[in-house]
């Protein structure tokens, strides 16, 4: 009879702690999803811009033509790249180059550092850089978290069972082809 | 000194040279003749250890170029040391996840001990509400027992209950235990004694801890710190560069966070503050002062943000709600049990139930809740219980009247009763006896007559005292628990949420760093907030939702006040006796007039800022410094009133310890002298000799270990007062309640 309690009490005690940290390791892998989304939503918004920042110069910066078209030639080439990680990388390193060029040129234009609207777009630019940045980085220590989570006592035990795999980190070399690409719906 | 500059010679107490104003520095053997080349990295680890770096082995001599280098740097003069010099990193380096889990395990036990303190502050009251709650459980057992009988055994209980003072009296003259302590309180048997403490104090708790949460949720709607918005807060305006900027830099942070961006407000006020306010991360708000924006820079306005963001992040609106819901507790607790003696207490109990049971629009609910939340919270400290200050000044109006008072009309019903047993004892004749009781009644007439325009004040008076005659007991049970919640509220349970709040900051601190991972953005942010801004004139209720402390406008008034005090005494002295070089030398009467000078100085300082308000002047500075100007209460108030939020503890750690804290997690920031923490020293030039202070500090503590005993003994004093008042209001009750009901 004791015994029988004993055992009971025991199961419910695992039981319940096995809800636990199921739980926890849901909402901390889909805090790295969502982390992971958050990082698109701010390239995306960076891609929304670029138009806005080609109209706004185009005036100004006739001899530059160059300049402006390798801007436009990568944002086209990131949207075209889509989900294909590496290109996508590639282009967006491509566009983050050539938006400093375009603000390192217009320097020289003093009309244009005057311009109130040149002003707040590059504003808004280097804000987004900064959104990236930032994006980046929740996405690198909701990893962390996650992955602290999966690998210390007491959900290493059963982490692997229920299917929590290790998620990767956002390195520089995030472009490398053996990088899984998550399934993520956004 | 010779100036290095031009070669001028100048006067000994000059600070800059006449000629060009370079600065001059006194002479030090070391300094004056050879520039000091700075220390290069390795040359000044060398420096702080001689022996090598712990764990490190030392530089292997065969390698000259470390040595090399340093003659090779440009030789720069070391200046006065500059406010952000950078310094060598601390030896106990954190990182900012490790500091993170320090912080929130002290949070856990700060929040433990908060607990109990809250609970050790429900005490007094609870002996008070455990008899008024006893009495509706009587009344409505009996009404139960209309319906359905009830058994004996409940009735016996309730006897047992409501006398349980008799029995703990009884059992101290109980012979079975003769012999043991005579009389003494350890003749109660434990059980007794447990039995006891449970009846009266746990309902009253149970009650409290059952009302708080009902406050959070009705609290909830403004959530924390809405009397900020009211101040004219205003949405940025996007075209204004700063403030997209600022919008910019929030959600960016909000981003490193993982929460949604929160609200910004902007507060059209001179001081550079911020403060995050609402109810939970959903529905935060992030309100700036337009004075930051142009104060910090972009890398400090992040840092700043990024402890409020880390704030929101934390939970801490959450557990601010929780602190303001438990001075509501005893706020509202309070009002309950005051509402028989005072009618400030009855229309916070009134108003309470019309904002729960009435229907509004929203925007005057939220207005509602934030007066009733005032009226709460004050309300633990208002022991003005308006319905008995009348009898201090009763009847001004009518004892002013010539002729007879209606006062004394009171004392008819006593004069009817004598002439009525002296004409009896005098045996006077029926028609005499009547003649005098007529005559007595007459002479009130005449009374009422005269006053009669006063006649409706007498009735009303009247009624006043008959209340009063009734309510007197309870008056009198109400008032020690009421004073004992005003002392613990103010010396256990405020401090004790204060250092769990300045825990949370720190917390926060440690969060910001790694969202924005730039400890020196939010170190020399902080810095200057302290340096330059302040108080927001009217955030004085939602003062600790602020990044820096009202305490830092106020420390700095102060210690600009003093500083300008001083600057006024110097000169008056010198001008008093021009012979005497330092402080203190000359003699006592021309010290005197120096003092009086420097106070008239001040005195007209205050005048000439009063005058010129036109230009941001701190409110505060023109109170201070007449304040200043009766210097004796400057000292005792100093660690006190002055912090801002006029608790013991400031809500707010010092900036010291903040900055101590930062270092540890990278920031590079220099020793500041900077601080928000006033310290005035009146006559801090006079030496006092260690002998004679080896000899006071004694007699000193001495005097304090005294203070602070009699002040446990006051309060135990109050508690047994108290818990005496219970326990015959409780037998008082259920006497009452055999009178009505006998069952």
Redesign the interface.
Known sequence: MWIAIAVGVVILVIAILLIVVYNGLVGKRN?VR??WG?IDV?LNRRHDLIPNLVNAVKGYMTHEQGILERVTEARSQAIAAGANVQQRAEAENQLTGALRSVFAVAENYPQLRAN?NM??LQ??LS?TE??IA??R??YN??VMEYNTARETIPAVFVAGMLGFAQEPLFTLDAAAPERPVPQVAF | MICPRCGLWNPQHNATCESCGEPLRAATPAADNQPIAPLSGAAAISAAFPAGLPGMAAPPASEPDIVQTAPSQPRVRVDEPSLYAPVLGPVDRESFFAAQRRHRRATWRLTAGSAVAAIITGVPLSLIVTPVFFAIILILTRLLHIVVPVPDIIWDAYRDTGLVLVDVVESLDDPATSGVGEGDISRVPPSLFLKAAAIWLLPGILLMLAIWPVLIRLFRHGGVGGVLLSLGARPPVMTDLEERQLVNVIEEIAIAAGLPPPRVMLLDSGVANAAAVGSSPEDATIVVSRALLDDLDRDETQGVLGHLVASIGNGDLRAAMSIVAIFQTFGFASALVKAPISGQARTTVRRMLGYIFNPRKPHERAEEARVISGMLTTGIWDTNEDDFDWVNDEGQAVTEQPGPSVRWLMYFPLLLIIVFVATIVLEFPDALRQLSLFGVVALAGWIVWHQRRYVVYAVHQGARWARFMVMLPYYMGAMMPQFMLMILTGFVLEPMLAFLWRTRRYLADATAVQLTRQPDGLARGLAGLVERGGMIPGGKWAGPLFVVGPAAATARTVQAVHERHRQHLDEARKTADPTATAAGEHGFRDEARAYIEAQRKMAADAQELQRTEGKPVEPSLIALASAHAEASGATQHSGFTASGDSGVVSFHPPLAKRMKKLRRLGATVAEMNITDQPRIQVRDDIKVNPFIRFLLAPLIYGLLLIAGILMVVVLALMGALALGACAILMAVVYGLFTLIAPS
């Open positions: 805090q969502n982390a958050q701010q109130e002003l707040a504003e808004e804000s900064n959104r930032f994006a980085q929740h220590d909701s």
